[in-house]
């Protein structure tokens, strides 16, 4: 069944830059009001006024997702504002490439505390007034990294493929109390996290990615892959063979 967004209340994580700014630009636009969370508070501030003067109804707190009480506090605040929180997206993340020469371990541990234990905090702090509402919806931006770890992305790929996982369980429990889940994992996006790639294969910019992904959420998608021909190279590679890999 397809929502409408107008009159609801979501939290956008990682809301400063990149997908997470268009996604909280497009909801919006579709009448929804929309909590911003990320660390740089001047980049809030800024969307924050640029959708306000567009007619948007929207809240900002500044909060490192790492931290279960910052991100705990940013959100009750932000509900406080805009009201009981219908959607969350969390979707804040970091991009480390992996060395092992040394392994970059304190790269690795960022990785997963922002990566994967950043969208269980988010999700601890929305879910407890969802349950108690019997309705919601949770949505986390993984990546198609999730199906196939490449030389380079190990950390990464690693904890994206923990956020699916985790997603995978906890969706069968929520939907049985009324909350929706949705895992979306995008293909390359130009945004500040990929600036430095060389090679992006089908890559979309990221107002294109942020107007895919409303369409998911409105669609209470459980899974959303996309764009198809990287969604289909990324399950294929789980087959290929290292040496395929290897030559890429
Ligand atoms: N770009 C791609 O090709 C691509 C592909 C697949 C999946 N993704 C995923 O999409 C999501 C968004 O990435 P993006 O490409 O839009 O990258 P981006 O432009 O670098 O944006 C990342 C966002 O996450 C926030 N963030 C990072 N660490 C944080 C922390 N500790 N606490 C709070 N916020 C934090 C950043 O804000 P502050 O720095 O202000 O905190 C920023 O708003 C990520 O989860 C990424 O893994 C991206």
Redesign the pocket.
């Known amino acids: 069944m397809k929502r409408s967004f107008v009159d609801r209340a979501a939290v956008i994580?990682?809301?400063?830059?990149?997908?997470?700014?268009?996604l909280a630009k497009a909801l919006a636009r579709e009448g929804c009001r929309v909590g911003l969370?990320?660390?740089?508070?001047a980049?809030?501030d800024e969307l924050a006024g640029a959708i306000r003067q567009a007619g948007g109804t929207v809240a900002a707190a500044?909060?490192?997702?790492?931290?279960r009480e910052?991100?705990r506090q940013a959100i009750a605040g932000i509900a406080a504002t805009i009201g009981p929180i219908d959607l969350l997206v969390?979707?804040?993340?970091?991009?480390i490439n992996s060395t092992i020469e040394p392994v970059n371990v304190e790269a690795a541990e960022?990785t997963f505390?922002?990566?994967v234990l950043?969208v269980i905090y988010a999700i601890d702090a929305v879910l407890p007034a969802m349950l108690a509402r019997g309705n919601g919806h949770i949505a986390?931006?993984?990546?198609?990294?999730a199906y196939r770890s490449l030389p380079g992305i190990e950390a990464?790929a690693a904890?994206?493929a923990a956020v699916n996982a985790y997603l995978d369980g906890f969706r069968i429990r929520a939907r049985k109390r009324g909350i929706a889940v949705t895992t979306?994992?995008?293909?390359?996006?130009?945004?500040?996290?990929?600036a430095n790639?060389t090679s992006?294969p089908f890559?979309?910019t990221?107002e294109d990615?942020a107007a895919r992904i409303v369409r998911a959420l409105r669609g209470r998608r459980k899974i959303y892959n996309f764009p198809w021909p990287t969604a289909m190279l990324a399950k294929l590679g789980r087959w290929a063979p290292d040496w395929l890999i290897a030559a890429m």
């Not at 994580?13 to 268009?22: K, Y």
């Open positions: 994580t990682g809301a400063s830059s990149g997908i997470g700014r268009e969370v990320a660390r740089r508070q980049l809030l500044a909060a490192d997702v790492g931290d910052q991100i969390a979707n804040a993340g970091v991009g960022q505390q922002i990566n950043g986390a931006i993984s990546s198609l990294a990464y904890s994206k979306i994992c995008p293909g390359y996006v130009h945004t500040p996290m990929t790639n992006m890559v979309l990221a990615a």
